[in-house]
């Protein structure tokens, strides 16, 4: 089955400055990666999201990009703010039309200091 | 729309007690989730329903059974509660597209 891991475990900036968070996978089959983010007692929420057929993806101060030959993804998040601090997972699945189960990589906090 | 929500938030068991955790969607998604988050392992896949009245094993099935007997509930069950449960519990749902809404979390203390 897929494996996704995702480095590093825990990274702290200082605010303004960026932030990437790199996942790798195994199945090359693999054409959906999504990034969620969870905040401290909630669920993990959306925040961007990549198919294989794009190399890179941007949503204001979120960036993603994706390797396809090399198997690894990143998050890029540039211009950080204190409410960026958070839990945020990787994940890739095999869209096929029907249930597209994800598997997670293992999570990254963020610390965003003043 | 309330979105995916789950009942309780937080629980505590004995080892060997029974409880079934609520899921409820009202997006009218076809596909629900369950997944346990522990720490430092990230979410992992309990089991899956691709519609109503289906249901199928995910990575980590076992202690666990669930059921889908109307489109927007998708119930968890323990049996026979192990310490080894004691976990976050997060249900997920979908439509037709790659997207999974997640709800709040269940707390699950097991003693």
């Known amino acids: 089955g897929e494996n996704v891991e995702q480095h590093p475990s825990t990274l702290s900036v200082q605010e303004g400055d960026s932030a990437v968070i790199k996942c790798t996978y195994s199945?090359?089959?693999?054409?959906?990666f999504p990034w969620y983010k969870q905040e401290l007692g909630k669920g993990p929420q959306l925040i961007i999201d990549?198919?294989?057929?794009?190399g890179e993806k941007k949503d204001q101060r979120i960036a993603v990009t994706l390797n396809k030959t090399a198997k690894h993804f990143s998050l890029h998040i540039t211009e950080t703010q204190p409410e960026d601090s958070a839990v945020y997972f990787c994940a890739a699945s095999k869209h096929t039309g029907t249930a597209s189960k994800l598997t997670f990589g293992t999570g990254t906090r963020l610390q965003v200091t003043l | 729309n309330a979105g995916v929500t789950q009942t309780p938030k937080f629980r505590v068991l004995k080892t060997g007690q029974s409880m079934t955790l609520l899921c409820a969607q009202d997006?009218?998604?076809?596909?629900m989730y369950w997944y346990r988050q522990d720490p430092g392992m990230g979410l992992r896949l309990i089991h899956y329903s691709v519609g109503e009245g289906t249901t199928a094993k995910g990575e980590v099935p076992d202690g666990y059974n669930v059921s889908r007997l109307k489109k927007q509930n998708f119930l968890l069950g323990l049996e026979s509660a192990a310490p080894s449960q004691t976990s976050v519990y997060f249900c997920?749902?979908?439509?037709?597209?790659?997207?999974?809404?997640f709800g709040p979390g269940t707390r699950l203390l097991v003693l």
């Open positions: 199945d090359s089959a693999s054409n959906y």
């Open positions: 997920a749902s979908k439509a037709g597209g790659e997207t999974q809404y």
């Open positions: 997006m009218n998604h076809e596909y």
């Open positions: 990549i198919r294989s057929n794009v």
